[in-house]
């Protein structure tokens, strides 16, 4: 009897001990559970691992707990570059209640130089937007929730007028005003008058046929570097003009071969980034930049090509173009143009550069003093090409002729350098022949 008595007895511990475990194993796993919902997920679980942001030297592990069945996934912003820290959240292009494939891009988030794509990481359906447009989002913000399984609705993007109606309660019956309440409603008027009032931040008056709109993040970019390039450079402006007679005849008698052996057309810009390189090679302290106390010369010459598209403008870089040749160079300026027009530069592709060509020309412009691409020291302005009457050998003949501008920080670089480069690009424009011979 004594021994069953203790076998019963060692029976009840052992129950009481698994049952302590696993309510102690729930209790651990809603924990973690709590845990890892207050970490943002920069990028799509992948065999489990959620990746926190390089900074964090640590790794969480866990299975996806967006939902209880797995069911639901979320969109969230991108890594932007390393030079990109955040951005603003300009449009959505997809509304609560469509259905989206997987990549399919359901919105756009604007930074200071590039727009990025939010996608999609499964397909579904739009559960709902958890960020607003306007909102300033960094990499790893969750944009969206989307159910894997659910059917298309129209119920999510627009709730009729008489759910909206229900779901609204009444508005409370206006209170009686009271005496005591008339002085600080006095002094809130008379703070919000002096804050209109303000000098800092003026208010224009409302007009007819007026609208006003935020000013997107790519353009105030913009608009704060070249006033921070008027602020810091010494800006200085030479002007020369080039006869395209020779260059033209050139471009017309091979244009035909050359696509047929490179597949591109021979443009002009080839020839003016060549004729760039040149002119920089000779005066290496145009390809040189002001750093602090010290000067910063530059042993390869990364050309910026200034590109207009309908946001805005973007410059992307040309690397190496010192090994590079006239196919080569044109090859790399379409991609890039190409790029830009569908809004696809990426922040690398429009890092760094040593010195920009700008072809207001293209527009119309006849002559300009373009601005420079901080943190470099010059920019060339090409300019569209007009007959003029000009004298050759005593005669007077109608040439096409461009006006060139180079504006470069006085600070840094003296006149003379200025007026030689510049020299040196009119000399091999007019004459290609010059870049063949290396004279």
């Known amino acids: 009897m004594a021994s069953r008595l203790a076998a019963r007895l060692l029976l009840r511990r052992r129950s009481t001990a698994v049952v302590s475990f696993v309510q102690s194993y729930r209790h651990a796993r809603h924990f973690s559970t709590q845990l890892l919902e207050g970490v943002p997920r920069f990028s799509k679980p992948t065999c489990g691992r959620y990746l926190l942001p390089n900074a964090s030297p640590y790794q969480i592990w866990s299975r996806s707990f967006a939902s209880e069945n797995g069911d639901l996934v979320e969109a969230v912003v991108p890594h932007m570059g390393e030079s990109v820290t955040d951005g603003t959240l300009a449009n959505f292009l997809k509304k609560p209640g469509d259905r989206v494939e997987a ?245 690398d592709e429009m890092a760094g550069g040593t010195f920009t060509i700008s072809n207001g020309g293209v527009y119309g412009s006849l002559i300009s003093t373009p601005i420079i691409n901080p943190p470099q020291s010059a920019i060339l302005g090409m300019h569209s090409i007009v007959q003029r009457p000009v004298v050759v050998n005593g005669d007077i003949l109608a040439r096409p002729m461009m006006y060139l501008a180079l504006t470069y920080d006085h600070r840094l670089i003296d006149g003379r350098e200025a007026v030689l480069f510049l020299r040196r690009i009119k000399d091999v424009v007019e004459d290609p022949r010059r870049l063949l011979l290396d004279i």
């Open 103 to 347: 990549d399919e891009v359901i919105a756009q988030i604007e930074t200071d130089k590039v727009t990025i794509d939010v996608s999609s990481p499964e397909a579904g359906v739009i559960e709902k937007f958890t960020a607003s447009e306007g909102d300033t989002v960094t990499p790893g913000t969750i944009i969206a929730t989307i159910s894997k399984s659910a059917a298309p609705s129209e119920a999510h993007a627009a709730p009729s007028k008489e759910t909206s109606q229900k779901e609204t309660p009444p508005p409370p019956p206006p209170e009686k005003p009271k005496v005591e309440e008339k002085t600080p409603k006095v002094e809130s008027v008379k703070k919000q008058a002096s804050k209109l009032a303000s000098p800092s931040e003026p208010q224009l008056p409302p007009k007819e046929r007026e609208r006003r709109v935020s000013m997107p993040r790519l353009r105030k970019r913009i608009a704060n570097r070249l006033k921070d390039s008027q602020n810091t450079f010494a800006l200085l402006t030479t002007f020369n003009e080039v006869d395209m007679t020779n260059l033209m005849k050139l471009r017309s008698d091979y244009k035909d071969e050359f696509v047929k052996k490179h597949g591109v057309k021979l443009g002009l810009m080839s020839c003016f980034v060549k004729a760039a390189v040149s002119a920089l090679q000779n005066q290496p302290i145009v390809n040189a930049v002001i750093d602090g106390d010290d000067i910063i010369y530059r042993d390869y010459i990364d050309i910026s090509v200034a590109v207009g598209t309908s946001k805005g403008l973007v410059v992307p870089v040309i690397r190496d173009t010192e090994g590079m040749n006239f196919a080569d160079i044109e090859k790399g300026i379409n991609g890039l143009a190409k790029k830009a027009t569908e809004g696809a530069l990426s922040i």
